[in-house]
């Protein structure tokens, strides 16, 4: 997709890298637009001068697009490869053959068209403002999956089934957004404070128009991180919680095995006593008229006075 300054290409071919990018590249930059990644292999934010001589003035970099992953739910990164100089800003973005089904390459052909009649810098604000924006995305959608993990833990309820699984889970997805975060932040912050910068004929690439823009995006970017940070912090305390929760289950289920064992022993020790196939005279009660009742009133009453008890005390449920 071409729209005045700004060129991007989804999986060129050779011959179209070679008529959108500018002359003189490195061999090295050249390699690496040239080249596919495979899924697993994570993005590095970062933006470079490649300035050798008076007539080669550009910069050359890439920025880690984030995906989520529904299958493995986790988060992994697509590259967008970019060249950029005061004519023109090349975005390069390929996708890795083995790309998991649920993962779709990102749709950036809009941003071309928003950008026409912008410079090639306000063009680089434009999509780390995309970039930030998804980042925010899914670091909100893993703190609402936290949140609810969370709520259970903090209000003694029962907690989800594999919730072990999905706290382990959601730590790796926080760990990996921080790692998308922190570089491309650099990237951000090293435009605002003039050390990543072009300058011809007194004229920066980025304007103090772009560096303003990318404050907002710095902003995003730094809460962002600060969720990240809070969350991964949280989680091993919900991972404390969690393993409180169920160290008081393990210790409830032996209290109520205890109380059902007490419940049943006196009740039991009055059957096998009068059962025991003895002289009746040593039991003067075999003679009573209600002699039968009396055992089954006292079975009753002692069931019915333990049952109360551990109530009482928690054994038998919660409190």
């Known amino acids: 997709m071409t729209s005045g300054n700004w060129v991007h290409l989804v999986d060129p071919t050779t011959s179209d890298l070679s008529s959108a990018a500018p002359m003189n590249l490195h061999p090295l930059a050249t390699e690496r ?113 936290a949140e609810d993990v969370e709520y259970p833990l903090n209000h003694d309820k029962e907690p989800p089934a594999d919730c072990r699984k999905q706290l382990a889970q959601l730590r790796n997805q926080f760990l990996q957004l921080g790692t998308i975060i922190r570089p491309t932040l650099s990237v951000v912050e090293g435009i605002i404070d003039d050390d990543i910068d072009l300058t011809k004929e007194g004229q920066e690439l980025f304007t103090r128009d772009t560096e303003i823009r990318l404050i907002s995006v710095r902003n995003t970017l730094t809460h962002s991180l600060n969720q990240v940070t809070y969350w991964t912090e949280n989680l091993r305390t919900m991972q404390d919680s969690l393993s409180d929760y169920l160290n008081r289950e393990q210790t409830r289920s032996g209290n109520r095995l205890a109380a059902m064992a007490s419940i049943m022993l006196l009740p039991t020790f009055l059957v096998g006593l009068y059962g025991m196939n003895i002289d009746s005279s040593y039991f003067p009660e075999f003679g009573w008229l209600n002699g039968y009742l009396l055992a089954w009133i006292l079975i009753v009453v002692i069931t019915a006075i333990q049952v109360v008890l551990f109530r009482r005390m928690g054994w038998l449920s919660r409190r």
Do not use: N
């Open 33 to 145: 637009l040239e080249e596919t990644e495979a899924f697993g292999d994570e993005a590095f934010p970062c933006l470079e001068d490649h300035s050798s001589d008076s007539t080669d003035h550009y910069l050359f970099g890439e920025l880690a697009f984030p995906v989520f992953d529904p299958a493995t739910t986790s988060v992994g990164t697509l590259s967008i490869r970019m060249v950029v100089d005061f004519d023109r800003m090349v975005t390069v973005l390929r996708s890795p053959e083995d790309m998991p089904p649920g993962i779709t390459v990102p749709y950036l052909t809009d941003l071309p068209l928003q950008a026409a009649g912008m410079d090639t810098g306000a063009c680089m604000w434009l999509l780390l403002d995309r970039v930030a924006g998804e980042i925010k995305t899914l670091v909100l959608e893993a703190e609402s999956r």
